[in-house]
């Protein structure tokens, strides 16, 4: 759990790009409500802000995001857990609809809400040596969040077949289906990354918000009812048997 006093974002500005980032490596940047709030409030306040034309949303070492973090979760009880992953998918959705690009930097790994976070952003850029998968159902429960980000980047079945978690994507893996744009050696995603938002940054506002704002009318439709199903079976896969012992490991950690 985060300490009150601890930095869990991080926002510098590059000129005409805002890189955020995930602090929490000691956590591996996995998801609390402080990060989820933090988040929130970067982009919000960067949108805002006439000086940004961009955002890159990065994770500090050792990589992008574990997802949602369980030792977290598992010490809420069932309504304030499905609460806080709704949120979780809050923060998805308010990727797609601010006015601004944001372009993932992902090294080493997006798992679970990290790999949900990613496929939130406009564009994707990962070290080639990075891994992706979504674990959620080998622990015991159904995605609970963004899934429709990836069905708009992949479509239904191959989305179904991902959060089976069957086997982990690499990096290639994850750009031949479209859950990642583009592919760099391992260390450079946020180089790449603030690059592809610079000439994004370049391009004239109204219509980089305007295109934003089209595609995003047709890519997260539904998204929220989505989210809302998912958590809700979601909460109910937390009652069963499997869901429980998964999260009595992390009580006991």
């Not at 956590?27 to 982009?43: F, T």
């Not at 009812?225 to 869901?243: G, I, P």
Request: charge should be negative; hydrophobic fraction near 45%.
């Amino acid at each position: 759990m985060t300490n009150e006093n601890e930095k869990v974002v991080g926002v510098e500005k590059r000129g005409r790009v805002a890189i955020v980032t995930l602090l929490r490596s000691a956590r591996r940047n996995s998801m609390d409500q402080a990060l989820v709030d933090g988040v929130k409030a970067a982009l919000l306040q960067l949108d805002r802000d006439d000086g940004i034309g961009a955002i890159v949303l990065a994770g500090a070492a050792p990589g992008f995001s574990a997802g949602s973090d369980l030792k977290f979760i598992c010490a809420l009880d069932l309504e304030a857990m499905g609460r806080f992953e709704q949120e979780c998918g809050d923060l998805g959705r308010l990727i797609g609809f601010i006015s601004k690009p944001v372009v993932a930097a992902v090294e080493m790994f997006a798992v679970g809400g990290g790999f949900t976070l990613a496929t939130c952003c406009d564009v994707v850029v990962a070290g080639r040596g990075s891994n992706w998968s979504l674990p959620e159902v080998p622990h015991g429960w159904l995605t609970p969040w963004g899934i429709k980000s990836l069905v708009a980047r992949v479509g239904l079945v191959k989305a179904r077949l991902l959060c089976f978690c069957l086997e982990p994507l690499t990096a290639e893996d994850a750009r031949a289906i479209g859950v990642v744009d583009y592919c760099c050696d391992d260390g450079e995603a946020l180089a790449m990354a603030t690059a592809i938002a610079e000439k994004l940054a370049a391009l004239p506002r109204p219509a980089v918000a305007a295109t934003k704002r089209f595609f995003s009318a047709y890519l997260m439709d539904n998204a929220e009812a989505m989210d809302f199903e998912a958590n809700r079976l979601f909460l109910d896969n937390c009652r069963e048997t499997a869901a429980q012992a998964t999260l009595d490991k992390f009580r006991r950690r």
